[in-house]
């Protein structure tokens, strides 16, 4: 049944994007936090990077999924109404159409031209528009809704090496930094392993390398400008 795989499709997707956009914000944010220790800034100038990478990374996310998602809704508008005036236009074609589709899918000429005519008596954009594009007009994305979730599972991520900054004494910032990373990584391969049905063990270490990789890089950079600060 085509509908209830869409939508585990789409979950599915929500749950990545989630997902990923929480692995962007804990890695962007603790790289630049690293780089500022890695400089020799004090506690009050790596919260501060923290914060700022925090705020723009997660605005970021938002903009760029809100217009990433009003263009997709946009194609997805223009394709009912492309398929809405097709029907106008030739509904009995638009029929034909039809049975050749399901034919390809399998089926025999007379079942698929028979399946084409209850559909179409049903509901035929409805029919057009889930065999065509797998788009139901009565469940488009919402770029809002969209960019909120986007910019939330950022600051979310990036909330974990901030506050690991502020609860852990000072002394120990680059390596609080990099433990709560490290941790937070390891929950984000893991997660990422789940949607994905893939190995955890696989999808960890990417994660891990990758984002320990760039926290060594930035405080490596942070170190060849460091300034006592007196």
Do not use: C
Request: hydrophobic content about 50%; charged content about 15%.
């Amino acid at each position: 049944m085509p509908p209830p795989v869409q939508s585990m499709s789409a979950k599915l997707n929500w749950l990545r994007a989630a997902v990923l956009g929480a692995n962007d914000g804990i890695v962007s944010t603790a790289a630049l936090m690293a780089g500022v220790a890695g400089a020799g800034m004090g506690p009050a100038g790596i919260l501060t990077a923290g914060v700022a990478a925090l705020t723009a990374g997660a605005l970021s996310m938002a903009v760029g999924e809100f217009v990433s998602v009003s263009s997709q809704r946009d194609s997805e508008r223009a394709a009912i109404e492309r398929e809405q005036q097709f029907l106008a236009d030739n509904p009995d074609g638009q029929i034909d159409q039809l049975a050749h589709m399901y034919e390809e899918r399998g089926l025999s000429p007379a079942t698929a031209h028979r399946v084409a005519e209850e559909l179409t008596e049903h509901d035929p954009l409805g029919a057009h528009l889930d065999i065509e594009y797998r788009l139901d007009p009565e469940d488009l994305n919402n770029p809002g809704a969209a960019a909120f979730a986007s910019m939330m599972s950022f600051a979310m991520g990036a909330f974990i090496p901030l506050i690991a900054t502020v609860i852990i004494p000072s002394q120990y910032a680059i390596w609080a930094i990099a433990g709560s990373t490290l941790l937070a990584l390891l929950i984000t391969g893991i997660l990422s392993a789940r949607v994905g049905e893939s190995s955890r063990r696989k999808s960890s270490l990417r994660v891990v390398v990758g984002g320990m990789a760039a926290l060594g890089a930035t405080f490596l950079i942070g170190s060849l400008f460091n300034t006592p600060v007196h």
